[in-house]
């Protein structure tokens, strides 16, 4: 069948400038995509933009940000509407003060950039549920991110609250919005055109008509939703391969603007794993690859800032909450500083400039001070200050108690209890600590998927079971964005093969909201051994920007002034959180810390530099205990043969299906003839080659894994981002293997293999062998 997407693209763009021309006067501003080019007021453009997000910036900073963006030789500035940052509770719309997206807009007018505006509904970027609100999750069948009634009924709600907010602001309305994305790299989450092409019709009901309509995603999968009328642009990271990267692209639409809409300067950080970094050098030389052939960008991100509060999301699986620091390794630093990277990109950046374009000045940083250490004398415990409870015959999610963020706290009363009695609970999200009769039994950790405690023997019924759940950030990637918290379904009691429900709870909600804390006794002295509010205050006589040093406290957040700064956590690798200056004051400043462990030491220090990369969890970092060797003398492997040198997919197919629960993948040889063997995603294929879901896999082992440089760990593999990888270390040969237990007994009929974005596939397995067994492998 001949390919329809050409000519009807080309009526559209041809639509686009005719109704813009016709309605136009020729003075009217407008922005098109052209042949090969966009069109700045019918003149060839690219695309410089600097992606920043205005919720992670205080905003008496937006200003100092967007110039500093300026100053690194951008033209635009790309931003995300975040809906639950807007509509906390449903209906109640709030687009003021840091929330203020029009003022932000305006703000980068004024500075003479452009802005390109990515209202979701869903955004990803790490942040609480990719932006879409909790008390969706109230609607125990909802399905987000499709036609859902429910859901679509609140995307067009909230749309159009947006569209009121930015409509007026499209560049041929006089503002400086030039175009508007459908939707979020939704190839990453499944096929559903008509989804997509709903969405995109409510973006246009809300008022954005008169700008280009675009939609990004992988190069690996732009196509599964790609509309015809839509713009198509493509999203990678440093180090990717830029011609292979538009390849598919270019070949279907060979007559577009080519751009990647998100070009990773950096990475993210979660709880309890390696910090990020990534080169500069390869970002600007991929930057520059990009500016040397007119294709336009967005660096993803420029400034990251922080994520405060309780908005950080997590990644899945394994669960993986996201540290409040949203520095990125980005070109400008969480606190708006400079960096290597800043002046690097700005030198490259100063020799692509229009002809009548001049670098601007590099605004200066905001004054940084220190804070001697604060004292807190006066704690609240929190055992000693609930709220009025609820009563529950069944446990529920956080949700169904009409709660967003926080912790909540379970209580009942338990049965006669025999020794070994082990207490389950189906499913914890995300944090729990358990006590009985007010003793700590245990703490359980959904990032190591523990959800167990062994009770003490109770000779008699009746004592008291407290089940404190915190919340960390609901995922914001891949289907488990459905993520309820608190306690999911049920909490039992295993002894001797018999499992009792426990039922009758009394449930009390611990929300995070500055009211909700400040509003305690706080009449015990200083340090407390159970989870405890806290609260000082102390003096300044100058104000500034400072990192709130959290290295003697357990796991909690923090609020200033009443605003909520972010989570700590004595784990890492973030140690310090960043206080914008902005919200201190000269003379008494109220500081409160929720410790749901309990600190070494109740002191807080203010430094002037952050600590970001200090990790303390004593989990191993890679997936082989010393000594430990793969043994696959005595194994017939399922599949074995040898992957072509290119980017991209590969799938290798079993002779026959073959039931399984252990795979093993293990590369024999390198193309590259080098040590290293990396893998950046692999897929197991079911029955009809669909994959198998990823929910419940564990790496078992792996050879080798470099960490020194890098974070790059063998799961990685399958954490559903392209641009992570597992790599082996430099001076250990082949071969390599990889142990993934995958959860329970499935069919298996091959496999697909993705190796590393970079040109000439670094670590590109060439002879490989795959195994999959019944029974765990022997070492
Ligand atoms: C994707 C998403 C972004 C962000 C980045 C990783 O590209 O679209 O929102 O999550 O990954 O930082
Ligand atoms: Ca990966």
Redesign the pocket.
Known sequence: MKDLRMPLFAIFIFCIAVCSSAQNPSSKPTFEVGKKTFLLNGQPFVIKAAEIHYPRIPDAYWEQRIEMCKSLGMNTLCLYVFWNLHEERPDEFDFSGNKDIARFCRLAQKHGMYVIVRPGPY????WEMGGLPWWLLKKKDIQLRTLDTYYMERVRKFMKEVGKQLAALQITRGGNIIMVQVE??YGSYGTNKPYVTAIRDIVRESGFTEVPLFQCDWSSNFLNNALDDLLWTV?FGTGANIEDQFKKLKELRPDIPLMCS?F?SGW?DHWGRKHETRDGATMVAGLKDMLDQNISFSL?MAHGGTTFGHWGGANNPAYSAMCSSYDYDAPISEAGWTTEKFWSLRELLSHYLAPDEKLSDVPPAYPVIEIPEIKFEKAAPLFDNLPASKKSVDIQPMELFDQGWGSILYRTTLPKVKAETILTITELHDWAQVFVDGKLIGRLDRRHGENKVVLPALKTAGARLDILVEAMGRVNFDKSIHDRKGITEKVELLSGGNAVSLKNWTVFNLPDDYKFVQDKKYTAKGKQTMPAYYRATFNLRETGDVFLDMQTWGKGLVWVNGHAMGRFWEIGPQQTLYMPGCWLKKGENEIIVLDLKRPQQAVIKGLKKPILDMLREKAPETHRKEGQKLNLQNETSAVQGSFALQNGWQEVKFGKETKGRYFCIEGLSAHDGSNVAAIAELLVLGINGQPLPHEGWKILYADSEETRSGNHTADKIYDLQESTFWSTVDNTSYPHQIVIDLGKESIVSGFRYLPRAEKECPGMIKDYKAYMKTEAFSY
């Open positions: 955004v990803c970027a790490e979020n790299e999203n998100e990773w993210f993803y």
